[in-house]
Nanobody
Framework: QVQLVESGGGLVQAGGSLRLSCAVSGIIFSRNAMAWYRQAPGKQRELVAIIARGGTANYIDSVKGRFTISRDNAKSTVYLQMNGLKPEDTAVYYC?????????WGQGTQVTVSS
């Protein structure tokens, strides 16, 4: 059974930081690209950051220079370090294994940024 369990969300003031974690089980973690998506109220889910098996990372333009995705294959965990948070970053953040909507999903963690 594949499980992705996110943690680290919460309420933070604009300019603050949060670190999201996603612990993965049930798949060979090191063989999978991992990604973070987010969905704001009334908007479609969007890909925020993706990290390939070899560690290459890519980001949407709106978070470049502020967010960092990383992975620890020994712990089967992927992280999203979010700095310089803005109110428009408010959303439910989802961990994804496989790097596409056809992959596996976590339950989501709420991130709220107050102005």
């Amino acid at each position: 059974q594949v499980q992705l369990v996110e943690s680290g969300g919460g309420l933070v003031q604009a300019g603050g930081s949060l670190r999201l974690s996603c612990a993965v089980s049930g798949i060979i973690f090191s063989r999978n690209a991992m990604a973070w998506y987010r969905q704001a109220p009334g908007k479609q889910r969007e890909l925020v950051a993706i990290i390939a098996r070899g560690g290459t990372a890519n980001y949407i333009d709106s978070v470049k220079g502020r967010f960092t995705i990383s992975r620890d294959n020994a712990k089967s965990t992927v992280y999203l370090q979010m700095n310089g948070l803005k109110p428009e970053d408010t959303a439910v953040y989802y961990c994804n294994a496989g790097g596409s909507p056809l992959g596996y999903w976590g339950q989501g963690t709420q991130v709220t940024v107050s102005s």
